[in-house]
Nanobody, 119 residues
Framework: QVQLVESGGGLVQAGGSLRLSCAAS????????MGWYRRAPGKQRELVAT???????NYANSVKARFTISRDNAKNTVYLQMNSLKPEDTAVYYC?????????????WGQGTQVTVSS
């Protein structure tokens, strides 16, 4: 099992910045990717950014050049630096971790942290 604890959400004005953190604990040795997803009111959950254990990153087109995902392997923590925030970034942001064990993939989710961007 993997436990994920997010922090760093809050209320910010448009154009501002926030940094989300997600600390992983438990069976972290086989985590091969981590990422952030978000769910806006009335919408489905969508991918924001992912990072593999090798450091490869992937971003949703809507956040490219504004958001940066990174990880600190020593702290088992992944970060999401969000700059130039827009009202449409308002959502609950969820941390995700993926483990690959004996060819079977497992997904774990954090409890979510609210990000609200005011216009």
């Amino acid at each position: 099992q993997v436990q994920l604890v997010e922090s760093g959400g809050g209320l910010v004005q448009a154009g501002g910045s926030l940094r989300l953190s997600c600390a992983a604990s438990g069976s972290i040795f086989s985590i091969n990717r981590m990422g952030w997803y978000r769910r806006a009111p009335g919408k489905q959950r969508e991918l924001v950014a992912t990072i593999t254990s090798g450091g490869s990153t992937n971003y949703a087109n809507s956040v490219k050049a504004r958001f940066t995902i990174s990880r600190d392997n020593a702290k088992n923590t992944v970060y999401l630096q969000m700059n130039s925030l827009k009202p449409e970034d308002t959502a609950v942001y969820y941390c995700n971790a993926g483990r690959l064990v004996a060819s079977t993939s497992y997904d774990y989710w954090g409890q979510g942290t609210q990000v609200t961007v005011s216009s």
